[in-house]
């Protein structure tokens, strides 16, 4: 739907007088993998912990119409909005399967959940496929690989029909395939959602993101492309201190020069 895309007006999380992110205004549109880098405690966690309701916040953030803040954390995720963390929270002891189904169950009324199910629920077969883990279907999930629990959270978001995906650091210690792999999949599952995603992974996000949005000390300081974010005078600033610095410099900081 044209409507379904993130905007964010003047968003500001205080704690104890300290200002984590501070009258940020972004807007992301279905199609556009988002990544939000900076430097440690530029606010980027915090930014989407605001906008999917785990922490207070004042201005707005829009998502399909629907104003998120002052939303519970429940109502946030009825609407489509999916947040994964930097550990997978997934049932070790059930299967892939099971996962999945709980996860779309999230919806349904306590007698439906009673019913027995004929076979596996097709949005489960979809979301099997297009996470990779059709045939690991029946593993318990504490026996998949790290990035395999990280492809499981994320495919317990899509049975749930999340349609804005904010994703903190999934590629984190990942190994290279699992981390290409990650990407495509990110590729796959943004094409026509709304994806943000958190990152300190420089390689990753230069291989992958659509667009760029620099934060720091809780303000956007950048926003582009990857080519036009290293090329910001600020963004250099940013991670490279103060003084002259070469682009190499910077593409080096930055996963270009990797």
């Known amino acids: ?72 954390v429940h109502r946030i995720a009825r609407l489509g909005v999916g947040r994964t963390f930097q550990t997978a929270t997934v049932f ?18 306590p007698l439906t ?9 097709e949005e489960v077969e979809r979301t099997l496929d297009t996470i990779g883990l059709t045939a690991l279907v029946d593993a318990p999930a504490g026996t998949l690989a790290h990035g395999q629990k990280q492809w ?26 699992e981390k290409d792999e990650t990407g495509r999949l990110l590729q796959r599952i943004g094409a026509d959602r709304t994806v943000v995603v958190v990152e300190h992974d420089m390689d990753f996000m230069r291989a992958f993101a659509a667009s760029v949005t620099v934060l720091h000390a809780g303000k956007v300081l950048a926003e582009g492309s990857v080519a ?16 002259h610095h070469t682009q190499a410099e910077l593409e080096t900081v930055l996963g270009e020069g990797a």
């Open 113 to 121: 959940m009673l019913r027995r199910r004929r076979g596996v629920p």
């Open 1 to 72: 739907m044209e409507a379904d895309y993130l905007e964010i007006t003047g968003l500001t999380v205080s704690f104890d007088g300290f200002v984590a992110v501070d009258s940020v205004d972004l807007s992301v549109l279905p199609g556009d993998l988002r990544f939000l880098i900076g430097p440690n405690g530029a606010g980027k966690t915090t930014l989407i912990d605001a906008v999917s309701g785990l922490v207070p916040a004042t201005g707005s953030a829009r998502y399909a119409g629907h104003e998120l803040v002052g939303r519970k």
């Open 152 to 177: 499981l959270e994320i495919g317990m978001l899509l049975v749930q029909d999340a349609r804005l995906l904010m994703l903190d650091e999934p590629v984190a210690g990942m190994s290279a395939e």
């Open 228 to 243: 036009q974010v290293q090329a910001d005078p600020r963004v250099q600033e940013v991670y490279l201190g103060p003084g």
């Open 92 to 109: 070790e002891e059930l299967s892939v399967l099971q996962n999945l189904d709980i996860a779309a169950g999230a919806g349904r009324g």
